[in-house]
């Protein structure tokens, strides 16, 4: 069974950093994409960053230039680097992967459990 567990959300004040760690199970053999999603209360879930095994990254319009997404295969982890903080970007964060466990026959798509991230003066 993969799990991934993430890290690193908190309460940042407007214009303040904050970074995301999402770190897969020994039982992953191997990772495609990774990515962060956010949810904020009453809204649907939604792409923040994406990044394949390649290293080829993409974003949603309202983070770019501000969040970077980067990977470590070895480790099967996955970061996002936010910068310059806005109320807006309030929500829980979730880490989603497309990978393959040890003995597994095919990949599956698998979610975190979420981490919150508050900006607020």
């Known amino acids: 069974q993969v799990q991934l567990v993430e890290s690193g959300g908190g309460l940042v004040q407007p214009g303040g950093s904050l970074r995301l760690t999402c770190a897969a199970s020994?039982?992953?053999?191997?990772?495609?994409?990774m990515g962060w999603y956010r949810q904020a209360p009453g809204k649907q879930r939604e792409l923040v960053a994406r990044?394949?095994?390649?290293?080829?990254?993409n974003y949603a319009d309202s983070v770019k230039g501000r969040f970077t997404i980067s990977r470590d295969n070895a480790k099967n982890t996955v970061y996002l680097q936010m910068d310059s903080l806005k109320p807006e970007d309030t929500a829980v964060y979730y880490c989603?992967?497309?990978?393959?466990?040890?003995?597994?026959?095919?990949?599956?798509?698998?979610w975190g459990q979420g981490t919150q991230v508050t900006v607020s003066p």
């Open positions: 989603n992967t497309n990978a393959m466990a040890w003995g597994a026959s095919a990949y599956g798509d698998y």
């Open positions: 990044i394949t095994r390649g290293g080829v990254t």
């Open positions: 020994r039982s992953v053999f191997r990772t495609n994409d």
